[in-house]
C-alpha cells in the first residue's frame, strides 16, 4: 500500500508554504531535490529508518506531486500483514513528526483547490495474476470490481466515501468517484495496470481509489472478498 501523507506546521498550514500565500504550481515537486522543491525530509527519512529499526516492511518513500506532501510504501505483504505493518507506520509517522514540531495529516484532501489529494494506492496480486499469462486473471479480477465499485468506495475511507469525494473529482491524477474505470499506466483510472505487467502479460493491479485515511484492514479484507472468494 502507498500511503500519501501531508506536513503541516503547527498552525495546520502546510509546512513550508509561505505564511501569506501559495508556492508555485504543482510540476517540479513530484519526487523534487532541493530546499525550495520539498518540505520535511528531516522527518522522512526519520521516519523510514525509524520503520526500518521497527521491523515495519517498508519498501520505499518518495516526495509527491503537492509541496509538503509525501508517500511510503508498506509491502510486500500477505494477508492482515498489511494492516499491521501500515498502522505501525501510522504511528511511526506521527510520533517522529512530533519530534520535529510538525503535524502530519492524513486528510484525503487537505488543501482545497488546484492541489493533488493524498491516497493509499494498493497494489494487489495472487499466485494466478503472477504467473504465466496472468492478464487473464488481473482482467478477471478487473471484472469483478467493476461490479463492486459502490462498496468498495463505502469501505475505502472512514466515512463511507465522504472524505474521498472531496478527492476522488476525475482531476488531478483521479477518476472520479461515481464511475469505475481500468487502463494501463493510466493515473487516472479506478484500477491500473501497470505498463511493464501488461508487456509480460502477468504481475499485479494497482486500486487507485482507497484515500489516505482509509482502514487497511478494511480496503485488504474488501479486494480479497470480492476478487476470491
Known amino acids: 500500500m502507498e500511503q500519501e501523507y501531508s506536513l503541516l506546521d503547527m498552525d495546520l498550514h502546510p509546512f513550508g508554504w509561505p505564511k501569506n500565500g501559495f508556492p508555485g504550481p504543482q510540476g517540479p515537486y513530484y519526487c523534487g531535490v532541493g530546499a525550495n522543491k520539498v518540505f520535511g525530509r528531516d522527518v522522512v527519512e526519520s521516519h523510514y529508518r525509524a520503520c526500518l529499526y521497527a521491523g515495519v516492511n517498508i519498501a520505499g518513500e518518495n516526495a509527491e506531486v503537492m509541496p509538503s506532501q509525501w508517500e511510503f510504501q508498506i509491502g510486500v505483504c500477505e494477508g492482515i500483514q498489511m494492516g499491521d505493518d501500515l498502522w505501525m507506520a501510522r504511528f511511526l509517522l506521527h510520533r517522529v513528526a512530533e519530534d520535529y514540531g510538525i503535524v502530519a495529516t492524513l486528510d484525503p484532501k487537505p488543501i482545497p483547490g488546484d492541489w493533488n489529494g493524498a491516497g493509499c494506492h494498493t497494489n494487489f496480486s495472487t499466485k494466478a495474476m503472477r504467473e504465466a499469462n496472468g492478464i487473464t486473471a488481473i482482467e478477471s479480477a478487473i471484472e ?4 463492486n465499485h459502490r462498496s468498495h468506495i463505502e469501505a475505502y475511507d472512514p466515512k463511507q466515501g465522504k472524505d474521498n469525494e472531496r478527492r476522488l473529482t476525475g482531476h488531478h491524477e483521479t477518476s472520479s468517484i461515481h464511475d469505475f474505470s481500468a487502463g494501463v499506466a493510466n493515473r487516472g483510472c479506478s484500477i491500473r ?37
Open 193 to 229: 495496470i501497470p505498463r511493464a505487467c501488461s508487456d509480460e502479460k502477468c504481475g499485479y493491479l494497482e486500486d487507485r481509489r482507497p484515500s489516505s485515511n482509509c482502514d487497511p484492514y478494511s480496503v485488504t479484507e474488501k479486494i480479497v472478498r470480492t476478487c476470491c472468494l
Open 144 to 147: 469483478k470490481l467493476s461490479k
